[in-house]
């Protein structure tokens, strides 16, 4: 019933820098219900403790884990052992900055995103600490709910063809972010105004809709709907002009 | 800030290229999927096809069409090809990511472009073939293809096909709210039908009695 599991792991180390990049093996047997995030942490234990990678919740909700699992952007924390063959490769995410092995910071990257999309919200309205919460009706809750769910986790970015060839493409997490706050009524940010940083090709109309991040995002965010929905406002902006 | 990108910076442009892009494919869309049904009369007989030719010849729907179908296929190649990975970079790294994804709808990408550049060839020399014979005419076009054309047109409608419909799933995933799984099952059934069509037209042609028909 127990299997052995052929790990192929990505090897660099920047600190090391007369150490060339290498695909390392690792021989390991498994375990049931076994998750990547348990084989790489017996892995640095009982075999090599200079393994590096990222995990901070092992429960899909803070996004460091994330990496190409036989080439595909994922959760390690959310992937069981069971559901891959024997074979296992893993690779860090490409567009983000390698940090070591499989570990990459994807939180410059998506702090430079949000700084970029003013990703908060721009009100003329002064704050009343004491006052309550504007009412909002349940339908538009949801949807910005559907868009806050993101985890920054990068896998729509690693898994964008676009992203990988051009480095200021904002990719599915950022226009998704923007979807977030276009939908939001206590944004007073018109159409127009956004239009300036995401109505080109760095923005919605760099994306060719390719759609690996709709069928990658661990989230399971409907990306397609929310990059359309983005699009089609952005176009309409263009149009309208001011 | 840089100088030189704040002065050139115009995303306005940005997004009519990409409406062009848009706007282009559909006309030419919905040109060759009329073109298919028109060269299709030939299954109901040369005198209908003759007839629809001659329709189209006397209203002036040729005169009008043909150059603004060339002009779309220029301007629609020249926009769509913008974001093709033309730097070896760019290249290596397109085809070393789909490889690694694994992911049909990016190598879709890639069908896409081949395939249009081939159009733009075939079509090239379908057009020249058809307007050097001017007018249309069943029994020239039975001519035609019975004597070395057919793989060629069978050649030209199996990767146009392909590309515009494609190029239709991709306008509908960039730009409308209906999920990807709900449409693409009847694109696949709209371009097979489409295919088979014209590949019975072809062969209807292949055996049409010319000698007859002068
Ligand atoms: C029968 C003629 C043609 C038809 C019906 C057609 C149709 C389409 C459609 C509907 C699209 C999708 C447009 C969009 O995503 O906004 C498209 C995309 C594309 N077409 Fe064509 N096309 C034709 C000829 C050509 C030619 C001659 C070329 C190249 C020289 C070409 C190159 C492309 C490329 C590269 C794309 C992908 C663009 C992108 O995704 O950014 N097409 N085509
Ligand atoms: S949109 Fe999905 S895939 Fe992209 S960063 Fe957010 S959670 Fe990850
Ligand atoms: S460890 Fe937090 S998402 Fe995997």
Not at chain 1, 34 to 56: C, G, K, W, Y
Not at chain 2, 80 to 91: D, G, H, S, V
């Amino acid at each position: 019933m127990s299997r052995f599991l052929n790990f192929s792991i990505f090897r660099y180390n920047p600190a090391t820098p007369e150490i060339p990049p290498r695909m390392q093996d690792f021989q390991l047997d498994e375990t049931p219900n076994m998750s990547l995030f348990i084989a790489l942490n017996r892995l640095r234990e009982e075999q090599d403790p200079s393994l590096m990678f990222d995990f901070v919740c092992r429960a899909a909700v803070c996004g460091s884990c994330a990496m190409l699992i036989n080439g595909r952007p994922g959760l390690a924390c959310k992937t069981l052992t069971q559901d891959l063959p024997d074979k296992i490769t893993l690779m860090p995410l490409p567009v983000f900055k390698l940090v070591g092995d499989l570990s990459v910071d994807t939180g410059v990257w998506f702090r430079g995103l949000n700084e970029n999309l003013e990703a908060w919200i721009h009100t003329d309205k002064p704050f009343d600490p004491q006052g309550l919460e504007d009412r909002m009706d349940n339908p538009t809750a949801h949807a910005i709910y559907d868009a806050e769910r993101c985890i920054e986790c990068g896998s729509c970015i690693a898994a964008c063809a676009t992203a990988n060839m051009r480095a200021d493409f904002i990719g599915a997490a950022g226009l998704n972010r923007v979807a977030r706050f276009l939908i939001d009524p206590r944004d007073e940010r018109q159409p127009y105004q956004v239009f300036e940083v995401v109505g080109t090709d760095e923005g919605v109309f760099g994306c060719i809709g390719l759609m690996a991040c709709d069928d990658i995002c661990p989230m399971e965010i409907p990306l397609q709907q929310q990059l359309a929905l983005v699009r089609r406002k952005m176009a309409l902006a263009s149009l309208k002009g001011k | 800030m840089y100088l030189q990108e704040t002065l050139a910076k115009s995303p306005r442009w940005e997004a009519w290229m990409e409406l062009i892009e848009l706007f282009t494919g559909l006309f030419l869309l919905v040109f060759l999927q009329f073109h298919m049904l028109a060269v299709a009369t030939i299954i109901l007989g040369p005198a209908a096809f003759n007839r629809d030719a001659l329709m189209l010849d006397e209203y002036y729907l040729s005169y009008i069409g043909i150059p603004l179908v060339i002009l779309a296929i220029i301007v629609h190649g020249l926009v769509a090809l913008r974001k093709a990975p033309w730097r070896y970079k760019e290249m290596a790294i397109f085809i070393q990511h789909s490889r690694r994804l694994a992911h049909l709808d990016t190598w879709a990408w890639f069908v896409q472009i081949i395939t249009g550049m081939a159009v733009l060839i075939l079509a090239a020399i379908h057009i020249w073939n058809t307007l050097s014979t001017w007018p249309i005419e069943a029994a020239k076009s039975a001519f035609r293809i019975q004597s070395g054309s057919f793989s060629n047109l069978f050649l030209l409608l199996l990767i146009a096909e392909i590309h515009a419909m494609v190029g239709l799933y991709r306008i509908l995933v960039k730009w409308s709210w209906i999920h990807r799984q709900k449409f693409t099952k009847w694109l696949v059934y709209a371009t097979i039908g489409f295919v088979a069509l014209g590949f019975i037209a072809l062969v209807v042609f292949y055996f049409l009695d010319v000698k007859g028909l002068t």
